[in-house]
């Protein structure tokens, strides 16, 4: 199986990242997203990240030229009829995505792998949407994407090896470092994030510090590279509690 046009769901924080690395590692992209302003706003930033890159010299003034090129934005999802690869990164929200498979699987060809870049859904239940679920899995790329090497890959139960295999491959096509996780909620990286930062908020709520003060104790106590508030702003606070939900609903530990 060969890709050529790389489609990318939802063109919000993660989709743009995903779409600029796409562009940028050979592909002819398709971006969709529903809401105009959304792929507008989308189109301008991948454009200046792209460009960014050719400051920087990662990649040439054509080879920057060409990625811009090689993306075309849509609001249709019926132009992914020519998809032979399918991202999503739409919202956090089990029922809407539950729907956006059952209409991809209407619309892409029966080979095309559906992948979504869920933080924290069952991949298993996406799959189950489709007549495919061989063909499903988590592909959970790490914001900022053009930054973040990481790149989790969920097989769900349905989820062929075949298909695992496939995409840790593409992963690694696209300069990304792969690290498998099981289909269980928040898989690795959310598990152990999501409870660091509710703790962090519980610690502001409670008074313990304040904002900075929790922060700082996290970058320079614990090295990390950005504290948890930070953290939380910087991935979006509607996600966050979209994951926490699915935390919740998964172990029902109130913490
Ligand atoms: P976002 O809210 O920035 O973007 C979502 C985009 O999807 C919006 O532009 C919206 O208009 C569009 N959209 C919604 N429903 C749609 C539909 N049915 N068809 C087409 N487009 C639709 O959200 P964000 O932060 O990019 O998150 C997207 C996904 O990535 C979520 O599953 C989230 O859990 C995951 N994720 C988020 C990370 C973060 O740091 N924000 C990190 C890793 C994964």
Not at 159 to 184: C, H, N, R, W, Y
Not at 209 to 219: A, H, L, S, Y
Request: hydrophobic letters at 40%.
């Amino acid at each position: 199986m060969e890709i050529k046009n790389f489609a990318v769901i939802g063109c919000g924080t993660m989709g743009k990242g995903i779409i600029q690395v796409a562009a940028t590692s050979g592909f002819n992209v398709y971006g969709i997203d529903t809401f105009p302003k959304a792929i507008e706003s989308a189109q301008n930033s991948i454009e200046k990240g792209i460009m960014k890159w050719v400051e920087k010299g990662k990649i040439s003034e054509e080879e920057g030229k060409k990625a811009i090129n090689s993306i075309c934005y849509s609001e249709d999802l019926s132009s992914l009829k020519v998809a032979d690869f399918v991202v999503e990164a739409i919202v956090e929200k089990e029922e809407e995505k539950k729907k956006l498979f059952k209409e991809l699987d209407g619309i892409t060809r029966d080979d095309v792998i559906l992948a979504s870049n869920t933080s924290s859904i069952s991949i298993t239940t996406l799959g189950k949407q489709t007549k495919k679920p061989d063909k499903v899995i988590g592909m959970h790329f790490m914001n900022p994407v053009p930054l973040m090497s990481l790149v989790e890959i969920i097989k769900g139960y349905d989820t062929s090896q075949e298909t695992v295999k496939f995409v840790i491959e593409l992963a690694k096509k696209m300069g990304k470092v792969p690290v498998e996780a099981k289909d269980s909620p928040g898989f690795i990286s959310n598990r152990v994030l999501m409870p660091m930062i509710n703790e962090a908020i519980f610690c502001l709520y409670e008074g313990i510090g304040t904002k900075e003060d929790i922060d700082t104790v996290m970058k320079l106590g614990m090295n990390h590279p950005m504290g948890p508030l930070a953290l939380a702003d910087l991935i979006g606070l509607d996600v966050c509690l979209d994951i926490l939900n699915v935390l919740y609903e998964g172990f029902k530990d109130p913490k």
